[in-house]
């Protein structure tokens, strides 16, 4: 009973504890980039499942609020997933507590403009180019925030770039206001949602979310390219440890690897940065295998 109540307090309040029972219940508690909502809940999560018959809880949310909030110490979870390889730096290290001493990238994302079929910007999407779109009167966009998310900061890179490509000076302005515009900047599990229930004629969304849920969008051009880097890690006070292995292990299987392709992902070679020394001798040997 006591660990029934345990496992609903942590349920409700959206923290993992160190509680005993997450050890004995081979639960997995995964804390990922919010971009990766329907392929970890549809496909990883259900599919590890099944491989291993262990349990799959994950938690989405931008990468560096995740951070924050393991940082500290609101969150704990098993293994962490980042949109960004710098997020982990800011977990690494004595002064910022040692959360993380190595991670792997494993996959990429390029960012695109996705855009509502059900708008009446939708055709114009089609015959313009997207900047002069998202410049016109009305339009509502979408985007995450720089300081929690690393798509919000490549979403400004991008269009800063933009602006002196198309040698626009003041293009930020007029599309994206502020930094901190309460009207465009929203949390990224829900930006998919707003756009397809239309709330929002456009976004700001990486190529793995346009491709899985059949968004329409727009690549920019190859000078003005910016690219989630995902990584993922088993972080150091894991209170599953043993289970976080087998997670990792299964993501970069085989296996693991087709379902990032299937859900419009740019698999690349494995690469390890941090003290190899400290990873799981099953993880070095998956690795290994994706070389």
């Known amino acids: 009973m006591i660990r029934k109540l345990l496992a609903s307090f942590v349920v409700v309040a959206g923290v993992v504890t160190a509680a005993p029972a997450f050890a004995q219940d081979d639960t997995v508690n995964v804390l990922y980039a919010g971009s990766l909502v329907n392929l970890m809940?549809?496909?990883v999560g259900p599919a590890f499942e099944k491989a291993t018959g262990q349990h799959f809880r994950g938690y989405a949310a931008g990468s560096n609020k995740i951070a924050n909030e393991i940082k500290g110490k609101l969150r704990r979870g098993d293994v962490f997933i980042s949109a960004s390889p710098?997020?982990?730096t800011n977990l690494m290290g004595q002064a910022n507590g040692d959360h993380v001493t190595w991670y792997?990238?494993?996959a990429e994302s390029p960012l695109m403009i996705g855009y509502n079929p059900q708008s009446k910007f939708a055709a114009d999407f089609k015959n313009k180019r997207w900047d002069q779109v998202l410049q016109e009167p009305g339009?509502?966009?979408g985007r995450t925030d720089p300081k929690l998310d690393p798509k919000g900061a490549f979403t400004v890179e991008m269009m800063t770039?933009?602006?002196k490509l198309y040698h626009q000076p003041d293009l930020v302005e007029k599309t994206l206001g502020d930094a901190e515009n309460p009207e465009q900047v929203l949390p990224e599990e829900t930006l998919v949602g707003r756009l397809q229930s239309g709330q929002l004629d456009a976004?700001?969304?990486y190529s793995t979310e346009t491709s899985d849920l059949k968004i329409p969008a727009l690549r920019p051009a190859p000078e003005l390219q910016a690219k989630a880097s995902y990584t993922l890690t088993i972080l150091s006070d894991a209170p599953n440890h043993a289970g976080a292995s087998s997670f990792v292990d299964f993501l970069l299987s085989a296996q693991g690897r087709a379902l990032l392709k299937q859900h419009g992902v740019d698999v690349i070679k494995p690469t390890v940065t941090g003290n190899v020394q400290a990873m799981p001798p099953s993880v070095q040997a998956v690795i290994d295998a994706a070389q």
Do not use: D, P, W
């Open 161 to 163: 770039k933009a602006a």
């Open 139 to 141: 339009i509502r966009i």
């Open 203 to 205: 976004g700001f969304f």
């Open 104 to 106: 792997v990238n494993f």
């Open 86 to 88: 710098k997020v982990n």
């Open 41 to 43: 809940e549809r496909s």
